[in-house]
């Protein structure tokens, strides 16, 4: 992969730079002239011009690029827009106050395969509903159709997806192995920590000691799963908390799992109302019960997105350590293909 790529003759803004450079996990091209930065400029990932050689490089006429970056110690300069504009750089980062956004975007940089992930929330109506089960089915059934996909566990007292899915034992970083982290997570690095099968990774709890997800930890890892994957799904638990709710403000949509009898709506329609203070693409995904489907569906007021039938055989297969049947052929795996298909771009 080339590096990206700095121009500058003064020493101490190089110092900065390399040390933040470091922090983003990412070596540098260095140019002390624009005559010398001329074969890198193009397959470099990203271009930082310092303002001492900032006119020398508009000189040059180099072609016009994106991802072109200007650093200053002296934003108040009245030259400095104008230096932007000469090199073609697309915004001015003052140092020191803007290091972090300057080290996110060398990470961005760095990234080997950037996606843009769809984030996709799933919660329960009430206990019991199947919206951990159904959150596990979409992202089986997505990455077997080779969508990269990220199943993050939410819910601190659910049990475990990883258990759900019979991957207990199975070694790699859970939620306490992440909590402390601030800042941004590097989608590579996350990815190569949890536990994978195959296009599937999966991030869950340990057993024991509750520990809340800070929201700036679910923050850090959303933003590296839609940068690393192509979906990722969040089972949330009903009783949001603040990580919950950073989760359905960066969701594209979010499944709500409602029982169509009395109870499961009216338990429904309280889960509803919270969510939808984060959120506004809220649709529902209708479990069998006394009551009609339509009915359930039209007392919510959100659109259907499904009617999710009952598998009696499903919790013995689960029990057993075993994955469900999800090929186009069987009724859950059809039901989650055309979920996928209704919210994941063409």
């Not at 470099?44 to 006119?55: E, I, R, S």
Request: negative net charge.
């Amino acid at each position: 992969m080339n590096r990206p790529l700095v121009i500058t003759e003064d020493r101490d803004l190089l110092d900065d730079l390399v040390r933040i450079a470091a922090a983003a996990g990412a070596q540098l091209d260095v140019a002390h002239a624009p005559a010398h930065a001329r074969p890198f400029w193009g397959p470099a990932p990203l271009v930082v011009v310092g303002a001492d050689l900032a006119d020398a490089v508009a000189a040059c006429a180099p072609p016009a690029r994106d991802r072109v970056f200007l650093v200053t110690r002296t934003p108040d300069d009245p030259d400095t827009w104008r230096r932007c504009v000469g090199v073609g750089a697309q915004t001015v980062v003052p140092l020191p106050d803007d290091e972090r956004r300057l080290v996110e975007e060398l990470a961005d940089a760095m990234e080997p395969d950037p996606r843009s992930g769809v984030i996709l929330c799933v919660i329960g109506g009430r206990g019991g509903a199947g919206a951990s089960v159904l959150s596990a089915c979409l992202a089986l059934r997505a990455s077997h159709d080779r969508l990269r996909t990220l199943l993050v566990d939410a819910d601190p007292l659910g049990g475990g997806l990883d258990a759900l899915l019979g991957r207990e034992e199975t070694k790699g970083a859970r939620w306490a192995d992440l909590v402390a982290r601030q800042g941004r997570v590097s989608a590579s690095a996350l990815q190569g920590a949890l536990p994978c099968f195959g296009d599937l990774s999966v991030l869950s709890f340990h057993r024991g000691e509750i520990r809340p997800i800070p929201r700036e930890a679910m923050r850090s890892v959303l933003e590296a799963g839609r940068r690393g994957f192509d979906l990722v799904v969040v089972d949330l638990p009903r009783h949001l908390d603040t990580a919950a709710a950073e989760a359905l403000g960066r969701a594209a949509t979010t499944l709500l799992v409602a029982t169509a009898d009395v109870r499961g709506v009216l338990s429904a329609a309280q889960v509803l109302r919270r969510a939808a203070e984060h959120t506004s693409d809220i649709r529902a995904v209708i479990r069998p019960g006394v009551l009609d489907p339509d009915t359930a569906a039209a007392s919510l007021a959100i659109p259907a997105a499904a009617r999710l039938p009952d598998h009696p055989r499903l919790t013995a297969t689960l029990n057993r350590g075993e994955l469900p049947r999800l090929g186009p052929r069987t009724a859950l795996g059809a039901l989650c293909a055309t979920l996928l298909h209704d919210i994941l771009p063409a």
